[in-house]
C-alpha cells in the first residue's frame, strides 16, 4: 500500500528525532538537560491557571471558528497596549498554536510550487509547513561570522524569482537569537513592495530582547504594505504557556483573512478551555512580563560567559529569544548529540541538544553547529555549560 | 497583491455561513434554536471538569507529538473495551480534533490531484480537507429514498479511475443519520482490497446507534487489510466535549503512522490541559454513556415523528449519529434557511437549519432538502419542531 510521495518530504523534527534516545537514556536513570527544544520551565502566570480552578462553562462546546470573542478582546488589547490601536477584530484569526498560522499563511500565500524566501538557518517546522502546502522554500544564507544578520538588499534580491510569493522571517530569531535592526526590517518592506511579495513576519518571541535594544514589529509597516504584511505570532513563549496551543494570524488583507477563516471554519475551532485560560494575558502583570525577560537575559549571559570560555566554540552575542546558534570544534553535529545521548555521562548526567543542520535548507551547512535554547533555570544551565565543555574533550578524544 | 488560487477553491462551511445572519436576528432579541451544528447541549461528564478544578501542571508546557502518553493509554483502554485489544501505542496518533485527522489521512494517502471517493450528502467540512490537501473528492451518490444507503457494488466500483487513493466514509453518517450494514462494511473492504485502495472511516458517532442496531467498525476489518484500513476518530461528541480540541488517527500501517508523526511534531504537540481533561475517559460511567444514547434516541423520536406528520416533509427514519437530511416542500434551501433568520418569526422565535445543499459534491443537489443535528433538549425540539411546521405554511404563502 503506498502512502503519497509527499508523505516522504515531511521531514522529521530536528529537535525531536533524537528524543528516543534520550528517552531510552532517562531509562537508565541518567539526567538528561533539555537544551534541544524551546519549552521553558517558567511558571504560568497564576491567574492563567485560576481560570482552570474556578472553572464553570458546561458543556465545553465549540467555539467562534475565528476564535473567541473575549481571547480576541485580549489580543486587540494586547496589541494596542504595545502600541498597535489600528488592528481591529476582522484583522485577527485565532490559530491552534502559531503552527497553524504559519501553515495557514503559506497555504494562502502560495500555490503549490510556488517560492517562499527564508534566512537560513531557519526555524526547522518551517520545512514541515512547507512540506505539508507543497511551498519550495529558498533559503538565503546568513551566517555566524555577522551574527546571522541579513546579507545585503541585492543579495537577498537575487533570490527571487517568477515563483517567488513571499518572504518568511522570524524576529527575534529562532534558532539564531538575531534581533533584525530597522535597517534591517525595512529593507525586506521595500523588497515586498518592489516584488509584490508577502511579508510574513513571526514575532512569537516579540517579548524577548536584550542589551536594552529595541524590537521592531512588521505591525509598524502595517500602514505602508497593508495588503502584503502578514503578522504570525503565539500565545507560547510569551506567558509560558507552551502546551496550550494558541497563535494568531494578524493581516490587514481582507481577502487573506476571509480565506484563513473559511480554513478556520473547517476545523471548527481552537480549543475553548485554552482560549479561556489566554484571555487572561490581560491581568498578566507588568512585573510578571519583566521579571521573565530579565531571566532570560540573565540566562543568556551565563551561556554567553560560559560557552565563550571552551576552547573551539563560536558564540555570537545572542540578542534576543531564548536560541543560539554555537558553533563547536566538532566535525558532525548530529553525531555528537547523539553521543552525548547514548556514551557521554559525567556524574550521570548529560544534555541534549539540537543538531544545525536540520534548521538549514542547504545540505552541508551547520554541520559543526548545535542550537541551544535556553531555557532551564540559571543552576542547570551552568551545569550544562560544564557538561558541554566535559563532552567536547571528551569526544575529540575518542572521535 | 494575489492571493493563492487554492485559497478561492476553499468554501465557506455551510453549516456556518449564515452565523451572520443569526447573530443579527439575536441582537433584535430573538431567539434563535441552533439545529444548524452538531454541538450539544449534553452536560460534560464531571470526572472530565474535575481534572480543571485540581490542576497542578505548572508550566502548561508542550506534550508529545504523537499525544499524551496517558491519553493514549485511556484511548488504548477505550478501544479494547469496545472488542479491539489488537492496538497497541505505536498505531495511535492524536491530533488537534477529529479534522486533523481527516486531513493527515487524505494528505498521507493522496498527492495532489488524486481522487478519494465519497457518498453524497458527505460531511461538508471534507471539502475544506479535501482544498487544503489539494485532494479531488468523487462524489457517489445515495439518496434520500433509500435513507441514504450505499449503491451496489457496482455503482460504486464504476467511480474508480487511476488516480483513486482511497474512499472515505463517516460511519454513523454525518449529516444522513445513516448506520451501514456490515454486508455495506464489507463490500467497502472488499473494494479498498481489490483496488488496493486505503479504506478511510470516520466513526466519532460509533456510541449513537438506535434501536437495537450495533455499529460495524473499520477496526473489525484491520486484520483484513492492516495496511489500507484507517479509522478517523475524534472525542468530541462521545463526551459532549467539542471544545476540547482531540481526535485520534488510527492505523496499523506503519509507513502511516511514521509519516503523520513527522506531520505532527511540526505542528509540536495537542493541548495539555484539554489530554489530561479527555484522559478521564475512562472514568466515565457506563450511565452516563447509556443515558446520553438513549437521549439522544429519544430526540430522534420526536423529530422523527414530528417532522413525518408535516405535509410534505421527507424524513427517513435516522439509524444513528444525531443529524439527519429532510426533504423540505421547497425549491430553494439556501434561501429558505436564510429566510428563517431574516423574516420569520413565532412569538419572537426562530429556527437555525444547514442548507444540504453544501453538503453535496454535484451542483444541483439537496436543493429542496436541510440537515438537522438534534443536539437541543426535548423540550427545545419539539417546539423547533412546531416552528418549523408553521415557518412552511408560512414560507409557501409568501414566496
Not at 515586498?192 to 535594544?213: N, P
Not at 487573506?256 to 498578566?284: F, P, W, Y
Request: hydrophobic content about 40%; charged content about 20%.
Amino acid at each position: 500500500m503506498k502512502t503519497s510521495k509527499r508523505l516522504d518530504y515531511v521531514p522529521p523534527s530536528p529537535i525531536r528525532k533524537l528524543v528516543p534516545f534520550a528517552q531510552e537514556a532517562k531509562k537508565q536513570g541518567v539526567t538528561v538537560y533539555h537544551l534541544n527544544i524551546g519549552d521553558p520551565d517558567i511558571r504560568t502566570p497564576e491567574v492563567m491557571l485560576n481560570v482552570l480552578k474556578t472553572w464553570k462553562t458546561n458543556p465545553i462546546g465549540y467555539d467562534q471558528s475565528q476564535g473567541n470573542p473575549e481571547f480576541i478582546g485580549a489580543l486587540l488589547w494586547y496589541y494596542k497596549n504595545i502600541g498597535f490601536s489600528f488592528l481591529k477584530q476582522e484583522h485577527i484569526q485565532v490559530t491552534l498554536g502559531g503552527s497553524e498560522a504559519i501553515a495557514m499563511a503559506l497555504f494562502a500565500s502560495c500555490d503549490p510550487g510556488d517560492e517562499v524566501l527564508v534566512f537560513e538557518p531557519f526555524y526547522a517546522n518551517y520545512n514541515s509547513y512547507a512540506a505539508v502546502t507543497g511551498v519550495n522554500l529558498v533559503p538565503v544564507r546568513t551566517t555566524i561570522s555577522t551574527g546571522f544578520h541579513l546579507p545585503d538588499r541585492k543579495t537577498i534580491e537575487s533570490a527571487i524569482t517568477k515563483r517567488t510569493r513571499a518572504i518568511l522571517f522570524c524576529n527575534p530569531n529562532n534558532p539564531t537569537g538575531t534581533v533584525y535592526t530597522k535597517e534591517e526590517v525595512s529593507i525586506l518592506v521595500a523588497i515586498a513592495a518592489t516584488y509584490r511579495l508577502f511579508l510574513l513576519s513571526d514575532e512569537v518571541y516579540r517579548e524577548y530582547v536584550y542589551d536594552g535594544k529595541k524590537h521592531v514589529s512588521i505591525l509598524s509597516y502595517m500602514g505602508q504594505i497593508p495588503d502584503a504584511a502578514i503578522l504570525l505570532d503565539s500565545m507560547s513563549k510569551r506567558y509560558s504557556v507552551c502546551g496550550v496551543r494558541l497563535g494568531t494570524l494578524v493581516s490587514l488583507n481582507a481577502r487573506i483573512m476571509a480565506g484563513v477563516l473559511r480554513i478556520a471554519q473547517g476545523r471548527l475551532s481552537a480549543g475553548l478551555i485554552d482560549q479561556l485560560v489566554a484571555s487572561k494575558l490581560t491581568e498578566v502583570t507588568p512585573s510578571w512580563l519583566r521579571e521573565t525577560h530579565d531571566e532570560f537575559e540573565k540566562r543568556r549571559d551565563i551561556l554567553y560567559t560560559g560557552l565563550g570560555r571552551i576552547p573551539g566554540v563560536t558564540i555570537p552575542r545572542p540578542e534576543g529569544a531564548f536560541y543560539t546558534i554555537v558553533g563547536l570544534p566538532i566535525k558532525d553535529a548530529e553525531h555528537f548529540c547523539q553521543w552525548l545521548l547514548t556514551d557521554f555521562r559525567d556524574n550521570n548526567e548529560t544534555v541534549m541538544l539540537a543538531p544545525a543542520p536540520g534548521f538549514y535548507a542547504t545540505k552541508g551547512l551547520g554541520k559543526n553547529e548545535v542550537r541551544i535554547a535556553y531555557v532551564l533555570n540559571r543552576k542547570s544551565l551552568a551545569r550544562c555549560v560544564d557538561l558541554m565543555g566535559i563532552a567536547l574533550v571528551k569526544y575529540k578524544s575518542q572521535n
